[in-house]
């Protein structure tokens, strides 16, 4: 199985205004549509997308999946809000039984611990529009996964 983690863009901080309500830079889709030939040059094929259903998250996963050429929309789930942790995901995953690659739009540091718990990684820096890929010999459990490449956001021209 395949997991991804990819961290939402980066988001405005508009004094007064409700962190669910934040939404992408302009500098911040610009980055994620920069990155969408490397996602396609590596393959990046989820047969789910499952979003945190704050709005930089969904606008993350709705750029995502038009940069991949999909034709499937994103999946909001409550379980991948700010504050999840690997329980919540799995809970959300679970819900897709048949799927071997799953991408997760979320929120830090919620996916870095997630990537850091399944993979016993000390440590995982996840910037801004980051995307981890996770591989599992089989269902993922903690400890078990291996860090196959992880993408920083410089990578990406814009």
Same mark, same amino acid.
């Given at each position: 199985?395949?997991?991804?983690?990819?961290?939402?863009?980066?988001?405005?901080?508009?004094?007064?205004?409700? %962190?669910?309500?934040?939404?992408?830079?302009?500098?911040?889709?610009?980055?994620?549509?920069?990155?969408?030939?490397?996602?396609?040059?590596?393959?990046?094929?989820?047969?789910?997308?499952?979003?945190?259903?704050?709005?930089?998250?969904?606008?993350? $996963?709705?750029?995502?999946?038009?940069?991949?050429?999909?034709?499937?929309?994103?999946?909001?789930?409550?379980?991948?809000?700010?504050?999840?942790?690997?329980?919540?995901?799995?809970?959300?995953?679970?819900?897709?039984?048949? $799927?071997?690659?799953?991408?997760?739009?979320?929120?830090?540091? %919620?996916?870095?611990?997630?990537?850091?718990?399944?993979?016993?990684?000390?440590?995982?820096?996840?910037?801004?529009?980051?995307?981890?890929?996770?591989?599992?010999?089989?269902?993922?459990?903690?400890?078990?996964?291996?860090?196959?490449?992880?993408? %920083?956001?410089?990578?990406?021209?814009?």
């Amino acid at each position: 199985m395949i997991l991804y983690f990819l961290r939402h863009g980066r988001a405005e901080h508009t004094p007064g205004r409700e %962190d669910a309500a934040r939404r992408l830079t302009d500098e911040g889709e610009a980055q994620l549509r920069a990155a969408a030939p490397l996602w396609r040059q590596l393959k990046v094929r989820p047969q789910v997308v499952l979003t945190s259903p704050l709005v930089r998250a969904v606008q993350t $996963a709705e750029l995502l999946c038009e940069g991949l050429g999909s034709k499937k929309r994103p999946v909001e789930d409550d379980r991948v809000r700010p504050g999840a942790g690997w329980d919540d995901l799995a809970r959300a995953l679970a819900d897709h039984p048949s $799927a071997q690659r799953v991408l997760f739009v979320g929120h830090q540091p %919620d996916l870095g611990s997630a990537v850091e718990l399944l993979t016993g990684a000390d440590a995982i820096r996840l910037r801004p529009g980051s995307l981890a890929c996770v591989e599992f010999p089989g269902a993922p459990e903690p400890g078990r996964g291996e860090i196959a490449w992880l993408l %920083d956001p410089d990578l990406y021209a814009t």
